[in-house]
Protein backbone atom coordinates (compact mmCIF):
# COMPACT_ATOMS: atom_id res chain seq x y z
CA UNK A 1 0.00 0.00 0.00
CA UNK A 2 2.81 2.09 1.16
CA UNK A 3 4.06 2.38 -2.63
CA UNK A 4 0.78 2.50 -4.25
CA UNK A 5 -0.30 5.95 -5.61
CA UNK A 6 -4.05 5.87 -5.05
CA UNK A 7 -2.94 5.52 -1.45
CA UNK A 8 -2.17 8.71 1.00
CA UNK A 9 -1.01 8.18 4.07
CA UNK A 10 -2.68 9.68 7.03
CA UNK A 11 -1.12 8.85 10.25
CA UNK A 12 0.28 6.07 12.07
CA UNK A 13 -0.52 4.48 15.50
CA UNK A 14 0.46 1.42 17.55
CA UNK A 15 -0.72 -1.36 19.80
CA UNK A 16 1.91 -2.09 22.21
CA UNK A 17 2.23 -5.75 24.14
CA UNK A 18 4.02 -8.40 25.49
CA UNK A 19 5.61 -10.66 22.51
CA UNK A 20 4.31 -13.65 24.58
CA UNK A 21 0.68 -12.53 23.40
CA UNK A 22 1.59 -12.54 20.01
CA UNK A 23 -1.22 -13.83 17.94
CA UNK A 24 -1.36 -15.82 15.55
CA UNK A 25 -2.36 -14.59 11.81
CA UNK A 26 -5.70 -16.30 11.70
CA UNK A 27 -6.83 -15.04 15.16
CA UNK A 28 -6.07 -11.54 13.87
CA UNK A 29 -7.54 -11.92 10.36
CA UNK A 30 -10.86 -13.71 12.64
CA UNK A 31 -10.97 -10.88 14.69
CA UNK A 32 -10.80 -8.19 11.92
CA UNK A 33 -13.98 -10.05 10.08
CA UNK A 34 -15.58 -9.89 13.18
CA UNK A 35 -15.63 -6.45 13.56
CA UNK A 36 -16.65 -5.92 9.99
CA UNK A 37 -17.44 -7.82 7.47
CA UNK A 38 -16.99 -5.49 4.54
CA UNK A 39 -13.18 -5.38 5.72
CA UNK A 40 -10.58 -6.94 2.95
CA UNK A 41 -8.18 -8.86 3.68
CA UNK A 42 -4.73 -9.01 1.48
CA UNK A 43 -0.93 -8.92 2.35
CA UNK A 44 -0.99 -11.73 5.12
CA UNK A 45 2.23 -12.70 6.25
CA UNK A 46 3.25 -14.96 9.02
CA UNK A 47 6.12 -16.43 10.66
CA UNK A 48 6.92 -20.56 10.46
CA UNK A 49 4.82 -21.09 13.57
CA UNK A 50 1.80 -19.22 12.08
CA UNK A 51 2.19 -16.10 13.70
CA UNK A 52 1.12 -12.96 12.38
CA UNK A 53 4.04 -10.64 10.61
CA UNK A 54 1.91 -8.17 8.66
CA UNK A 55 -1.79 -8.09 6.74
CA UNK A 56 -3.88 -5.39 5.12
CA UNK A 57 -7.00 -4.44 5.70
CA UNK A 58 -8.87 -2.34 2.99
CA UNK A 59 -12.40 -0.59 3.83
CA UNK A 60 -13.69 0.55 0.47
CA UNK A 61 -16.62 2.07 1.40
CA UNK A 62 -14.72 4.54 3.80
CA UNK A 63 -12.19 4.99 1.39
CA UNK A 64 -9.70 3.81 4.20
CA UNK A 65 -6.51 1.42 4.44
CA UNK A 66 -4.57 -0.02 6.96
CA UNK A 67 -0.67 -1.37 6.97
CA UNK A 68 -0.12 -3.47 10.31
CA UNK A 69 3.10 -4.84 10.60
CA UNK A 70 4.78 -6.94 13.70
CA UNK A 71 7.75 -5.42 15.47
CA UNK A 72 9.87 -6.18 18.61
CA UNK A 73 13.14 -5.71 20.02
CA UNK A 74 15.34 -2.69 20.96
CA UNK A 75 13.00 0.12 18.98
CA UNK A 76 10.22 -1.40 21.00
CA UNK A 77 11.71 -1.23 24.38
CA UNK A 78 12.79 2.66 24.00
CA UNK A 79 9.52 3.46 22.68
CA UNK A 80 7.98 1.97 25.61
CA UNK A 81 10.73 3.80 28.24
CA UNK A 82 10.45 6.93 26.27
CA UNK A 83 6.66 6.85 26.78
CA UNK A 84 6.59 5.85 30.20
CA UNK A 85 9.01 8.63 31.16
CA UNK A 86 6.42 10.94 29.08
CA UNK A 87 3.38 9.82 30.88
CA UNK A 88 5.02 9.23 34.67
CA UNK A 89 3.32 12.18 36.03
CA UNK A 90 -0.08 12.02 34.35
CA UNK A 91 -2.01 10.26 37.18
CA UNK A 92 -5.01 9.38 34.76
CA UNK A 93 -2.31 7.00 32.60
CA UNK A 94 -0.99 4.96 35.65
CA UNK A 95 -3.02 1.90 34.95
CA UNK A 96 -2.00 2.13 31.80
CA UNK A 97 1.43 2.61 32.40
CA UNK A 98 1.30 -0.49 34.09
CA UNK A 99 0.26 -2.18 31.42
CA UNK A 100 3.55 -0.97 29.55
CA UNK A 101 6.15 -2.57 31.63
CA UNK A 102 5.55 -6.17 30.14
CA UNK A 103 5.51 -4.83 26.29
CA UNK A 104 8.00 -5.59 24.59
CA UNK A 105 6.31 -6.42 20.42
CA UNK A 106 3.96 -3.86 18.67
CA UNK A 107 2.00 -3.60 16.05
CA UNK A 108 2.78 -0.83 13.53
CA UNK A 109 -1.01 0.24 12.07
CA UNK A 110 -0.04 2.65 8.96
CA UNK A 111 -3.60 4.10 8.02
CA UNK A 112 -3.98 5.59 4.64
CA UNK A 113 -6.84 7.34 2.74
CA UNK A 114 -8.02 5.41 -0.81
CA UNK A 115 -7.88 8.68 -3.53
CA UNK A 116 -10.58 8.72 -5.61
CA UNK A 117 -8.79 9.82 -8.87
CA UNK A 118 -12.23 11.71 -10.18
CA UNK A 119 -12.54 14.21 -6.83
CA UNK A 120 -10.28 16.73 -5.77
CA UNK A 121 -8.23 16.39 -2.21
CA UNK A 122 -11.53 18.08 -0.45
CA UNK A 123 -14.01 15.76 -2.29
CA UNK A 124 -11.48 12.84 -1.15
CA UNK A 125 -11.21 14.23 2.52
CA UNK A 126 -15.51 14.48 2.62
CA UNK A 127 -15.71 10.30 2.04
CA UNK A 128 -12.70 9.59 4.22
CA UNK A 129 -14.28 7.61 7.45
CA UNK A 130 -11.20 6.07 9.87
CA UNK A 131 -13.82 4.27 11.75
CA UNK A 132 -12.10 1.28 10.33
CA UNK A 133 -8.33 2.13 12.26
CA UNK A 134 -10.43 2.48 15.24
CA UNK A 135 -12.12 -0.70 15.08
CA UNK A 136 -9.31 -2.52 13.97
CA UNK A 137 -7.13 -0.88 16.92
CA UNK A 138 -9.49 -1.57 19.56
CA UNK A 139 -9.53 -5.51 18.05
CA UNK A 140 -5.98 -6.08 18.19
CA UNK A 141 -5.69 -4.15 21.34
CA UNK A 142 -8.08 -6.95 23.05
CA UNK A 143 -6.63 -9.48 21.12
CA UNK A 144 -2.89 -9.09 22.44
CA UNK A 145 -4.06 -7.58 25.59
CA UNK A 146 -2.06 -4.81 24.90
CA UNK A 147 -1.95 -1.05 24.64
CA UNK A 148 -3.26 1.28 21.97
CA UNK A 149 -0.78 4.73 21.04
CA UNK A 150 -1.50 7.68 19.45
CA UNK A 151 1.82 9.09 18.65
CA UNK A 152 0.98 12.15 17.35
CA UNK A 153 -0.44 12.85 20.58
CA UNK A 154 1.76 11.31 22.84
CA UNK A 155 -1.38 9.40 24.59
CA UNK A 156 -2.44 5.95 25.17
CA UNK A 157 -6.09 4.51 24.64
Same mark, same amino acid.
Given at each position: ?S ?17 E ?5 G ?11 H?Q?S?Q ?6 R ?9 G &?? %? /?L ?5 C?? @????? *????? +? ?11 L???K ?26 ? &?? %? /? ?8 ? @????? *????? +? ?5
Open positions: MTDDRYEWRETYFVLFSSNRPSLAVEQAVRKVGALLGEADDQGIEAINVQSP &DY %S /AEIDYHGD @EVALQ *VEELT +QQLRSDRAERDKAKLPCDARFEIMHFEIMAEDLSSDENDEIF &DP %S /ALLVVLDALV @ELTDG *VGVDP +QSGTLL
